[in-house]
């Protein structure tokens, strides 16, 4: 089959069947409430609104719904999750409020979900590190590099259980109004004092191992893996959770909290699962929309945000549209980054300087590119090879890790990266989603997304991402993949590479931040994305945050979306 290059070839809106369209009829020019952005969590805050009887429209500046929750068909034929690419981390919650599975959202688990070839010397068989659901296979499997880790395994994935357990309830609950506490209102502290309950019910969970559960949120993961591991490649498997979508190595403080919020997910009530979404990830945001506009909420495409209104009394009235148009309402929601909603659509006037100021140092760093791949045949790796007939094993339907011997490899990625140069042996994460989703690739082919790190913003020595530097990349990707799959350059039908600067300009990610942010502890909880406003309110009345640079951050959740429509809906009756 011949090569395509994906770089010159328009994105095309997946259509099928279940695929939302925009909203028949006429943009009117006033709502109760205003949704600046169609990604997932703008489009859960629209159904919850809409669901409480208020009046919301959204407005997403793409073609397309879905934010980096997207499906594309980039190539006919060829159906891509394009930025996002797993789910998991839905809440449970809006799962059930939204009836999503009725509204076509339909997940095929993956089980086992996790696999690490190994690049070793000798004549026979490289070994893998293949881990799933079945506890006793996992030792085995864990015990060809240590019978002592085989046996510490299961009393740590109760260890880590338990802390998600006692985290999971501040997930679904706004943060603690530290502003209200303080000085605000009788009946705003009293509810405050409320809000401080999933706060104490964690401690109780956790009981007197508090102490040792908050060494694993705030040291490095290195740390932690070292206190329960001797081998390294089940260490560097687990510690690439840690480190994902995140400008951290194994060894930087507080690395520990990511991995928890990979962990933390849970698949119509199988705790800890994750899974493909028929489709592509562009379904999860679709089924969200459908949601909505059947509780009456309206969806518009190619409707770019240029400002936020705001009134004399200093109060969000609604936006301006890039075309001049204003649309008036009652509240404000932006599912927009903290950077992009404060320092480029609030006029500056309206803000307190030292809100600015703090909001702009807000760090977004991203090592992220992301590589969308088109084949014509699985990758065939060394250590399982592919079957005669070549179809799926069950290890193409993991999340596959790549230069992952050991944590020093992604040591060593993120020291490239932090000099500003592309890392050499990077870090790669790739999932063949076309292994359990027929319909995404035509028969024998398959779509394969590569999640790769170390890649820094800015490249050091004045060079910049333009084509020659994103194919040297993507070809040095390529090559440390054919060391571990020989054959994979050679099925490779075409690419869409897209490094930090593609994904900020394409999805509108702050320097190609997965989660709007980074998710380091200083940008956690109380403090996201600032101290005294972590709890989706503004210094603007009326106008709220409710993407992934609120509480409790990235990942396809919906959380914020959900909890800044319900802080919104408090504020709004008194």
Known sequence: MPAVCLQCVRPILCLSRRTYSKTPGQLKLKYDAVIIGGGHNGLT?????????????????????????????????????RASYLLSLLRPQIYKDLELKRHGLKIYFRDPHSFTPILESGNGRPRSLLLGADMSENQRQIAQFSEKDAQAYPEY????????????????????????LAQGPLMRRLKSLYALRPLIKAGITLGSQVPKYYEVLTAPISKILDQWFESEPLKCTLATDAVIGAMTSPDTPGSGYVLLHHVMGELEGK??????????????????????????????????VENILVDGSGNASGVVLHDGTEVHSKLVLSNAPPHHTFLKLVPKEQLPQEFITTISQFDAKSPVTKINVAVDRLPNFLSIPNPADGKPL????????????????????????????????????????????????????????????????????????????????????????????????????????????????????????????????????????????????????GLYLCGSGAHPGGGVMGAPGRNAALVALQDLKG
């Not at 159904?47 to 006919?76: D, F, M, W």
């Not at 459908?290 to 509780?295: C, G, Q, S």
């Not at 980074?518 to 994305?529: C, E």
């Open 157 to 180: 994935e109760h260890f880590m259980n338990l802390l998600v357990s006692a985290i999971d309830p501040l997930i679904d609950a706004p943060p603690v109004d530290t502003a209200a």
């Open 45 to 81: 805050a629209a159904a919850y609104l809409q669901k409480s009887g208020v009046n919301t429209v959204v407005l997403e500046r793409r073609h397309v719904i879905g934010g980096a929750a997207v499906t594309e068909e980039i190539i006919p034929g060829f159906k891509f999750s």
């Open 394 to 541: 069950p290890h193409h339907q993991c999340s596959i890790h790549l230069n992952s011997e050991s944590m020093q490899l992604l040591n060593e990625a993120h020291a490239d990266a932090c000099k500003g140069m592309p890392a050499r042996r990077p870090m790669i994460e790739l999932c063949i989603p076309s292994s359990l989703d027929p319909t995404l690739a035509p028969p024998g082919c398959h779509v394969i997304s590569i999640f790769s790190q170390y890649t820094p913003y800015t490249l050091a020595e004045g060079k910049t991402w333009n084509e020659e530097e994103k194919n040297k990349y993507a070809d040095n990707v390529f090559g440390w993949i054919e060391k571990y799959a020989p054959g994979f350059r050679a099925s490779v039908i075409g690419r869409d590479v897209l490094t930090p600067p593609d994904l900020e300009k394409l999805i509108g990610l702050p320097g190609g931040n997965i989660f709007h942010g980074s998710m380091s502890l200083d940008q956690l909880y109380f403090a996201r994305p600032i101290p005294k406003f972590s709890n989706y309110r503004t210094p603007i009345s």
């Open 271 to 304: 705790k800890g699962s994750w899974g493909y979404v028929e489709g592509g990830m562009g379904m999860v945001s679709n089924a969200i929309a459908n949601a909505a506009v059947e509780l009456g909420a309206e969806i518009y495409t190619e409707k770019a």
